[in-house]
């Protein structure tokens, strides 16, 4: 669990604050939140393989805070990623499973 958390920090995909705050709870074996369990699953799944989230290699890209931040295509909701598959923005709850050949 640390070396994803290391990978995916270190590739600059979610938040350093928040990884940061995860790996001194599992370092320290005490239970994650529910908030913090559910943003470790989420980009977990998103990337499986945190090799993956090399730009050369990336599907999804995490939209900064500066990003524009266009309606999902799947609701109406602002997106948090942009696909580079499909050329959509997306949402997080639609980011993972939209496309079939992911």
Known sequence: MLGAIRQL???R????KKWD??????RA???LSAAEAEYYARLTRIYSRPATAA?????HTALSGADQRPRCAACSCPSDF?????DQYLCS???VGHDPNE
């Open 82 to 86: 942009y696909c580079h598959m499909n």
């Open 21 to 26: 705050k995860i790996a001194r709870k599992v």
């Open 93 to 95: 709850v639609h980011v």
């Open 13 to 16: 995909i979610g938040r350093p």
């Open 29 to 31: 074996d005490e239970p």
């Open 55 to 59: 730009p050369r290699k990336s599907y």
């Open 9 to 11: 920090s270190g590739a």
